[in-house]
């Protein structure tokens, strides 16, 4: 019904109503896989610890929909986190929201 008036009836494609009881296990399992590949960079050669954090083996934290990532500031490291994203991304259709998030080096050149 469209301003009081019965429409056609139409198909949703995709998507979930705000409010969804589903809707945080479905974004858990989304995380789960970006995390599991955030851990694989400690396999790859490219991608530098920070330097606080390579000894506890530490890449990123995330916490409800928050998410720190820890790493070197050289391009190297930072190439190779956007190829993460971007597998990310591909896989799963999202994409973060660059207004909501936030990029801090320290110490870099």
């Known amino acids: ?3 009081g008036e019965l429409t056609k009836p139409f198909e949703a494609a995709k998507g979930l109503r705000q409010g969804d009881p589903i809707s945080p296990f479905l974004f858990a399992i989304a995380m ?3 995390s599991k590949l955030l851990k694989g ?3 790859a050669k ?3 610890f920070h330097p606080r954090c390579g000894k506890l083996d530490i890449t990123h934290l995330s ?3 928050d998410l ?6 050289d391009s190297k490291s930072v190439s190779t986190l956007h190829a993460c994203f971007m597998q990310f991304s591909a896989a799963s259709g999202l994409l973060a929201n660059p207004i909501k998030s936030a990029i ?3 110490g870099v050149a």
């Not at 720190?68 to 500031?73: C, K, M, Q």
């Open 1 to 3: 019904m469209i301003n």
């Open 68 to 73: 720190l990532i820890f790493a070197r500031g």
């Open 63 to 65: 916490f409800a929909d």
């Open 104 to 106: 801090y080096f320290g």
């Open 46 to 48: 490219e991608y530098r």
């Open 32 to 34: 789960e896989y970006l």
């Open 41 to 43: 960079l400690k396999h």
